[in-house]
């Protein structure tokens, strides 16, 4: 498969474009957080993009889908990323919908996707219990209680998790925290018995939660894949949510840039453009290389995802690109700041909005450090 949008990806792009420009612009976000939003992303729009087919894009056609690969919907959520929409499009679709999709039964992805697909259903990935990414570290237990299984312990940073409806909760079934054996995924209404959610809000007014369970009772239907074994479909799952937040990082840092650049145009100084400053020119110059290479280790990773490249592969492609993009982005949104001069530091002007989102989705399923030393293993280092 050539490493280029087709005509269909092309359009499907452009109506991400017009459809983010329009219908959620940032002046949505700054309009939620001011308004201090119950769920913290605008229902009707979120409506909007599921009749567009945008939650459908990388599932298939039989579970309501639109069959458009993790590269359709790559370019989906790299026009979110331009705008900053806030949407449930990452948590109930990239992670929520992809472990499903991985590891859920028959009937699970025939009662689930399509509901998630529609927009009926909302899901959250609740996995962390500390302030780093630690996909093994998990003390959260699950004890065989009766026809089903007990749930205890907690979560932090689960994205969406207050307003989602189901959670997957990564819980530990045997063994200690750090191994990866003894895992299992489990579906779990959110207003269960024992569930208790506390929503947080992040510098980026966007939603997160900390997630407690209490000797929660969920049937062995609840369980995704085997018992012990549910590493084999977290691990996928959090590459292809690795891919999917690079995408929307790429898509900030492109707006970001673009946005720079034209200040740099428009802003006189003794006479002339301080975009004539050769010191700018050069910064300018160093920000444009590294876009560029973001852009193509994106388009990459997205293209394993849809060639179903060995897991090998796809998850060096994925330590790989949320490395580099974390990277730009820090870059870029903090050279965005620096070149607005005082101006940028102001809430009026809205380059401030990437900085903060760049804080978050750096840290967002490892950062730039975690993801080095991953790509490193990986490698036999």
Not at 14 to 24: E, L, P, Q, R, V
Not at 63 to 87: C, D, M, N, P, W
Not at 295 to 300: D, Q
Request: charged share 25%; glycine share 12%.
């Amino acid at each position: 498969m050539p490493m280029i949008l087709n005509e269909e990806q092309n359009q499907l792009k452009d109506m991400a474009k017009s459809f983010c420009t329009d219908k959620a612009p940032i002046d949505q976000l700054r309009r939620l957080r001011d308004e201090d939003n119950a769920d913290g992303f605008d229902r009707e729009t979120w409506s909007a993009m599921t009749e567009l087919g945008f939650a459908g894009a990388p599932f298939p056609e039989e579970h309501g889908g639109i069959g458009f690969g993790y590269k359709g919907l790559g370019v989906i959520t790299e026009e979110t990323g331009r705008t900053l929409s806030a949407s449930p499009l990452f948590a109930s679709v990239w992670l929520g919908g992809t472990a499903v999709n991985i590891g859920g039964s028959v009937d699970q992805k025939t009662e689930i996707l399509p509901k998630v697909v529609a927009g009926e259903l909302l899901l959250a990935l609740a996995l962390e219990e500390s302030h780093r990414h630690d996909p093994y570290g998990i003390a959260t237990s699950a004890s065989a209680s009766g026809d089903g299984y007990t749930i205890s312990g907690s979560k932090k940073f689960v994205l969406d998790g207050h307003v989602a409806d189901q959670l997957i909760v990564v819980a530990r079934t045997a063994g200690s925290p750090g191994e990866r054996e003894g895992l299992t995924l489990f579906l779990v209404d959110r207003e269960a018995e024992g569930v208790s959610v506390t929503r947080t809000r992040m510098v980026d007014s966007r939603n997160a939660a900390n997630i407690d369970f209490n000797n929660v009772a969920v049937a062995s239907g609840a369980r995704i894949g085997d018992e012990g074994k549910g590493a084999d479909i977290l691990d996928p799952t959090l590459d292809i949510g690795r891919i999917g937040i690079a995408a929307e990082m790429l898509g900030s840092t492109q707006e970001c840039f673009e946005r720079t650049v034209q200040y740099l145009k428009d802003r006189e100084q003794f006479g002339v453009p301080i975009g004539s400053f050769q010191a700018l020119k050069h910064r300018a110059a160093n920000m444009f290389c590294e876009v560029e290479l973001s852009k193509s280790v994106v388009l990459e990773a997205l293209t394993a995802l849809d060639e179903d490249r060995d897991a090998s592969e796809i998850a060096k492609l994925a330590s790989l690109t949320k490395a580099k993009v974390g990277e730009t982005f820090h870059t870029v949104s903090r050279e965005g700041i620096q070149m607005h001069g005082g101006i940028g530091m102001t809430d009026e002007f809205d380059i401030g909005f990437f900085i903060k989102r760049a804080a978050v989705t750096e840290q967002t399923l490892g950062d730039v450090n975690f993801h080095r030393n991953r790509y490193g293993d990986l490698e036999g280092y």
